[in-house]
């Protein structure tokens, strides 16, 4: 995982070429200048390959973030206060999950892309990632965008996990104190109930990385998320289609990079699970 970061937003730095750049002829087989070779209309797949991590990346962790902090806000309060809270709280959380993921993310990105959605961005967010991403800002803006529809359907798991564990953690002796010596309610949800439920909530937190990479990678490849020129692992996977028999490694690397880190990041969860939950240690 390490070196595939290395690879993504070290790279680029080493290569002076644009990702979106024509630099050979198209089709160009893999040489000493190009290593994977050139793309249909002459982009170097390497170059292309490099940013399309870091943006991929960038995507998975933005997403992972933002769906693991409104989840775990939003499991904690459920969790908390039970009763009727509990009860609406949890209705939403299963409405959300009865709606099929894929097609729901089509449509509301096909409406993103089409401006039927109306969301816009500060211009110096989109002027800051549109120079990260080597990408205009109205491309920057699109794929933040996307970051925040993937974020909005993504939280629901750890909603359900962090309302679990705050469930047992609420009678517990430590919050009895609290509760005892004045402490107001949302006192207590964030400093005692929420960093009791960080180990939980660290191994969701990663293990759902994969999946954000995955479901980027799948809108992509539909042509509902990152768009071309800008590149990403997914729409890399999809441009190659037309020549999988005649240039297998144009669909090989950015399938493989998805592989690796997908399966990287569940041994990382894999590992702090086994680290962070004590029962593994009896």
Same mark, same amino acid.
């Given at each position: 995982?390490?070196?595939?970061?290395?690879?993504?937003?070290?790279?680029?730095?080493?290569?002076?070429?644009?990702?979106?750049?024509?630099?050979?002829?198209?089709?160009?087989?893999?040489?000493?200048?190009?290593?994977?070779?050139?793309?249909?209309?002459?982009?170097?797949?390497?170059?292309?390959?490099?940013?399309?991590?870091?943006?991929?990346?960038?995507?998975?962790?933005?997403?992972?973030?933002?769906?693991?902090?409104?989840?775990?806000?939003?499991?904690?309060?459920?969790?908390?206060?039970?009763?009727?809270?509990?009860?609406?709280?949890?209705?939403?959380? !299963?409405?959300?999950?009865?709606?099929?993921? *894929?097609?729901?993310? +089509? %449509?509301?990105? $096909? &409406? /993103?892309?089409? #401006?039927?959605?109306?969301?816009?961005?500060?211009?110096?967010?989109?002027?800051?990632?549109?120079?990260?991403?080597?990408? !205009?800002?109205?491309?920057?803006?699109?794929? *933040?965008?996307?970051? +925040? %529809?993937?974020? $909005? &359907? /993504?939280?629901? #798991?750890?909603?359900?996990?962090?309302?679990?564990?705050?469930?047992?953690?609420?009678?517990?002796?430590?919050?009895?104190?609290?509760?005892?010596?004045?402490?107001?309610?949302?006192?207590?949800?964030?400093?005692?109930?929420?960093?009791?439920?960080?180990?939980?909530?660290?191994?969701?937190?990663?293990?759902?990385?994969?999946?954000?990479?995955?479901?980027?990678?799948?809108?992509?490849?539909?042509?509902?998320?990152?768009?071309?020129?800008?590149?990403?692992?997914?729409?890399?996977?999809?441009?190659?289609?037309?020549?999988?028999?005649?240039?297998?490694?144009?669909?090989?690397?950015?399938?493989?990079?998805?592989?690796?880190?997908?399966?990287?990041?569940?041994?990382?969860?894999?590992?702090?699970?086994?680290?962070?939950?004590?029962?593994?240690?009896?």
């Amino acid at each position: 995982l390490l070196f595939i970061f290395i690879f993504s937003f070290l790279g680029p730095l080493f290569m002076k070429t644009s990702p979106t750049a024509q630099v050979a002829a198209p089709d160009q087989l893999p040489d000493a200048t190009h290593i994977f070779g050139t793309d249909e209309i002459g982009r170097d797949v390497l170059v292309r390959l490099m940013w399309a991590g870091r943006i991929s990346l960038l995507i998975a962790f933005s997403v992972t973030f933002l769906s693991q902090v409104f989840g775990v806000i939003f499991g904690a309060v459920a969790g908390y206060y039970v009763g009727w809270v509990d009860a609406i709280l949890m209705r939403i959380v !299963d409405f959300m999950l009865t709606l099929p993921l *894929l097609p729901v993310l +089509l %449509i509301v990105s $096909a &409406f /993103s892309l089409r #401006g039927g959605l109306p969301i816009s961005l500060p211009s110096f967010i989109n002027n800051f990632f549109a120079k990260l991403w080597a990408t !205009d800002a109205a491309s920057a803006e699109q794929i *933040l965008i996307l970051v +925040l %529809i993937l974020g $909005a &359907f /993504s939280w629901m #798991g750890a909603a359900r996990l962090v309302r679990g564990v705050i469930l047992s953690l609420r009678t517990q002796e430590f919050a009895e104190a609290a509760r005892a010596l004045g402490g107001s309610s949302w006192g207590i949800i964030f400093k005692h109930m929420i960093p009791n439920a960080l180990a939980p909530i660290l191994v969701s937190a990663t293990l759902g990385i994969a999946d954000i990479i995955l479901t980027e990678s799948a809108l992509s490849f539909l042509g509902f998320g990152v768009q071309i020129p800008t590149p990403s692992w997914g729409n890399m996977l999809f441009n190659a289609q037309a020549d999988m028999f005649t240039q297998p490694w144009r669909a090989l690397v950015p399938g493989l990079a998805i592989f690796m880190t997908s399966l990287s990041a569940n041994f990382v969860g894999d590992a702090l699970r086994d680290a962070l939950d004590p029962r593994l240690k009896l």
